[in-house]
T-cell receptor, first 112, second 111 residues
């Protein structure tokens, strides 16, 4: 049990769909992260939130829209995605951005 | 900018062999260093960490020593098991809270 849960675990969506990924952490942490992990590519940091405020957006296309309503929950809203967006999306949390991160199991996204 | 360079994989070893996965970094200041492991179908999990020079992190038989003079944090294990087969990531966090991960090294241990 990592203390970070993600739903759904698998998602198949068409390019015109709108869907959301959910992440919840039960660790009392203040920072939360979204990563994209594609086959044969390095782990890509997408967004960082600290105390519910976005502190990093690594040039992510606007078809990905994060939301952090409180320190325990993080969402990634998806719309008009492309097939190259198919990947494993990992959520993580940490007590502070300088500390080790705790990862969820990921959502395997397939865009058809 | 900050960077982490890991030994390229894949690495294939026989059970009970000695493991070394090299990791070097570039960063300003005094970062904290981490090794994470990712088993198939799972997210990353912290394996060990070191927060200052000459610290040794250890867990489950794995060790890594923070070497500031060589900017390295090599992962070692004396005797690997089949269950150690996974992808290993070296990472750093700066005091400003910036994270940088290496590309990952895939380890396969054969019985």
């Amino acid at each position: 049990e990592t203390g970070v849960t993600q739903t759904p675990r698998h998602l198949v969506m068409g390019m015109t769909n709108k869907k959301s990924l959910k992440c919840e952490q039960h660790l009392g942490h203040n920072a939360m992260y979204w990563y994209k992990q594609s086959a044969k590519k390095p782990l890509e940091l997408m967004f960082v939130y600290n105390f519910k405020e976005q502190t990093e957006n690594n040039s992510v296309p606007s078809r990905f829209s994060p939301e952090c309503p409180n320190s325990s929950h993080l969402f990634l809203h998806l719309h008009t995605l492309q097939p190259e967006d198919s990947a494993l999306y990992l959520c993580a949390s940490s007590q502070d951005p300088r500390d080790e991160q705790y990862f969820g199991p990921g959502t395997r996204l397939t865009v058809t | 900018g900050n960077s982490v360079t890991q030994m390229e994989g894949p690495v294939t070893l026989s059970e009970e062999a000695f493991l070394t996965i090299n990791c070097t970094y570039t960063a300003t200041g005094y970062p904290s260093l981490f090794w994470y492991v990712q088993y198939p179908g799972e997210g990353l999990q912290l394996l060990l960490k070191a927060t200052k020079a000459d610290d040794k992190g250890s867990n489950k038989g794995f060790e890594a020593t923070y070497r500031k003079e060589t900017t390295s944090f090599h992962l070692e294990k004396g005797s690997v098991q089949v269950s150690d087969s996974a992808v290993y990531f070296c990472a750093l966090n700066t005091n400003a809270g910036k994270s940088t991960f290496g590309d990952g090294t895939t380890l396969t241990v054969k019985p």
